[in-house]
C-alpha cells in the first residue's frame, strides 16, 4: 500500500468514526428527551440504533486492522491507528450507557418524578458537547482544545454531586421514592461515565500527537 493509500484509507476511517461520534451524540441527546418527556418510541428509537454504533465500531476495527497488516505502520503512523483502535472502544460504551439511560426510561414510565428533572439534562448538555468537542479536537490533531475538552469533566463532576445530594435528600426524606431515586441516580452515574470516556479520548489525543501518556483530571 502506498503513502497515499494510506493516507486515504485512514481519512475514510476518521470520516466513519465522526460519523459514530455524531450518532453517539444523538443517542445521549434522544435517551435523556424520552426520559425527561417520558417518550417509550424515542426510548426504543436509542436501543434500535445501538446497533448502527456497534457496526460502525467493528468497521473502524476492521480497517484499522487491515492497515496494520497491509501497512506494518511504525512511529506515529502507528500510534495514528492504534488510537483509533482506542477511540472506538469509548464510543461504543458511551453508546451502551445511551441505552441505559433509555432503559430507564421504560422503568419508570408509569410513576410520577419524585423532582423536576433539570439537572440531569444540563449535565446531558455539557457530556454531549464534550463528546462532539473531543472528537473535533481529535481530527484538528490540537491538543490544547483535547486539554480544554478534558478539563470539563470538573463540570460534569459538580452536576453529578449536586444531583447526588438532592436525590439522597429526597430518598432520606421518603422512602417510597428510593428505588425511582437509585435509578435517577444511575442515570446521572452514566452521563458521568460517559465524560469520563471522552476524557480517555483527549488523553489518547495527546498520546497520538506526543508519543507520552498524560493522565488528565487526575
Request: one cysteine or more; a negative charge.
Amino acid at each position: 500500500m502506498s503513502r497515499h493509500a494510506f493516507e486515504e484509507q485512514l481519512d475514510i476511517l476518521h470520516r466513519t468514526l465522526m460519523s459514530m461520534g455524531s450518532l453517539v451524540e444523538e443517542a445521549i441527546h434522544k435517551a435523556i428527551k424520552s426520559l425527561v418527556e417520558r417518550d417509550t418510541k424515542l426510548a426504543e428509537e436509542v436501543i434500535e440504533n445501538d446497533r448502527m454504533i456497534n457496526q460502525l465500531e467493528q468497521e473502524i476495527e476492521a480497517g484499522c486492522f487491515r492497515l496494520i497488516a497491509l501497512q506494518q505502520p511504525v512511529g506515529s503512523d502507528l500510534r495514528r491507528v492504534g488510537t483509533m483502535l482506542k477511540l472506538v472502544t469509548d464510543l461504543e460504551r458511551m453508546g451502551d450507557h445511551a441505552v441505559a439511560i433509555a432503559k430507564t426510561t421504560r422503568r419508570l414510565m408509569n410513576e410520577p418524578y419524585v423532582k423536576p428533572l433539570i439537572d440531569i439534562p444540563i449535565m446531558a448538555d455539557n457530556v454531549k458537547a464534550m463528546v462532539r468537542d473531543c472528537l473535533n479536537a481529535y481530527i484538528a490533531k490540537d491538543q490544547a482544545a483535547a486539554e480544554e475538552v478534558a478539563a470539563r469533566d470538573d463540570i460534569v463532576d459538580k452536576l453529578f454531586s449536586k444531583i447526588f445530594r438532592d436525590l439522597i435528600e429526597v430518598m432520606t426524606k421518603h422512602e417510597h421514592t428510593i428505588s425511582q431515586g437509585t435509578h435517577l441516580l444511575l442515570v446521572a452515574q452514566y452521563l458521568e461515565r460517559i465524560a469520563d470516556h471522552v476524557t480517555n479520548i483527549c488523553e489518547w489525543n495527546i498520546y497520538m500527537l506526543t508519543g507520552r501518556m498524560t493522565e488528565l483530571n487526575n
